[in-house]
């Protein structure tokens, strides 16, 4: 089992900057790629950023690529999405995601922007 808890979410103001931070426990971290997603009430959830186990590739949906950045540490069991100049829209909940074979959750943290 994986457990994931996110955090650093929060409200901003349109322009603004937020981390958010994801930490996992229950198995060896720098064996599973590391996503993070997004929902919107009455959506589907959708894919954001993914890093590999190394962090040493990234990829993003189009519409983030060059305002959000996905990272990891692997010796704190913890990846990040930073993300820059903020518009409403990316008001959301994003959540945390783990690859090993099955994919594992967390339950999400509200970012709220505000104009």
């Known amino acids: 089992q994986v457990q994931l808890v996110e955090s650093g979410g929060g409200l901003v103001q349109a322009g603004g900057s937020l981390r958010l931070s994801c930490a996992a426990s229950?198995?060896?971290?720098?064996?599973?790629?590391m996503g993070w997603f997004r929902q919107a009430p009455g959506q589907e959830r959708e894919f954001v950023a993914r890093i590999s186990r190394s962090g040493g590739s990234t990829n993003y949906v189009d519409s983030v690529k060059g305002r959000f950045t996905i990272s990891r540490d692997n010796a704190k069991n913890t990846v990040y999405l930073q993300s820059h100049s903020l518009k409403t829209e990316h008001t959301t909940v994003y959540y945390c995601?783990?690859?090993?074979?099955?994919?594992?959750w967390g339950r999400g943290t509200q970012v709220t922007v505000s104009s």
């Open positions: 995601a783990a690859n090993l074979a099955r994919v594992y």
């Open positions: 229950g198995r060896t971290f720098s064996n599973y790629n």
